[in-house]
């Protein structure tokens, strides 16, 4: 008995072992989380997982999270807002109502008041609501603003079939993607950032790494369609056009978003630099 006990150690210590190595850079946090049983510790451990990148073990008796990530990737603030975003509440964010109600009644740990809610949700819980904001939470400041520039810059470079200045411009892209503070983002577009991230960053990337037009016209036209899906789930601070070439992919079609009402393609430029429409315009 005592052998297999020591046994049981060993492969435990072995698969944590395992996991954190897979996580580079791994640093490991402690954190109080609120919960009650198991269902809680299964909930709060599957929000905070993403693979290479972070996990979680949760205490049902402590309370306790030990929370393991990559802070290149990502950061302890983004994980516990994901992990609200699930339904519970933590020391930095309180869960928005809706996720909370999905909750088992046993899940459903006493809470803050409403108003202390509402600060949390949208604010690191240290952001006192006297305290002077910065300049990118200021109201009507957007926290998408520099990847979207950046994307613009990217599709002109494309219409005007300059695969060097496209490649220029998505290092760029690359950087306004890194640089993203989640905690800024509203729940709608932190739900989808989570979604489109490594694939707006792949994109970004391949468009970086080649200066060859074909190429790089084929990666932005996923590019496209995870920008598109972003700026739907928050109101932009221009007017956005979502526009659509019918030729491109041989036939299939491809879409772009642009800053102005005027079709310019970037997916064939001067060959048929008006070839498209507006489908739909976001504001």
Not at 242 to 251: A, I, K, L
């Amino acid at each position: 008995m005592k052998s297999l006990k020591i046994g049981m150690a060993i492969m435990l210590l072995l698969a944590s072992f395992l996991s954190q190595a897979a996580i580079k850079n791994a640093v490991t946090e402690q954190v109080k989380i609120p919960g009650a049983c198991s269902m809680c510790k299964d909930g709060i451990e599957a929000a905070a997982f993403q693979k290479n990148t972070s996990e979680a073990s949760w205490d049902v008796s402590t309370k306790v999270a030990s929370i393991t990530y990559d802070p290149k990737k990502t950061s302890v603030d983004a994980i516990l807002k994901k992990i609200a975003l699930a339904g519970y509440d933590n020391q930095q964010y309180l869960a928005p109502d809706d996720a909370y109600a999905k909750l088992t009644d046993c899940c459903r740990t006493a809470r803050a008041g409403k108003k202390e809610a509402q600060v949390a949700k949208n604010a690191p819980a240290h952001h006192q609501e006297s305290a002077p904001a910065s300049p990118v939470e200021t109201a009507g400041s957007d926290p998408l603003k520099p990847v979207l520039e950046a994307y613009f810059s990217v599709k002109d470079a494309l219409v005007n079939s300059d695969g060097k200045a496209a490649s220029a411009q998505a290092a760029v892209l690359v950087k306004a993607i890194k640089a993203v503070k989640m905690g800024q983002l509203s729940t709608e577009q932190h739900t989808v950032w989570m979604k489109v991230m490594k694939d707006l960053d792949l994109d970004a990337e391949h468009i970086e790494e080649t200066k060859e037009v074909s190429h790089q016209r084929d990666h932005f036209t996923s590019l496209s369609e995870n920008m598109y899906k972003l700026i739907k789930a928050g109101k932009p601070s221009e007017t956005v056009y979502y526009q659509h070439c019918p030729m491109f992919n041989d036939g299939k079609g491809a879409n772009w978003l642009s800053k102005i009402p005027a079709v310019k393609n970037p997916y064939y430029g001067a060959q048929m630099l008006s070839c498209g429409k507006t489908t739909e315009t976001i504001k």
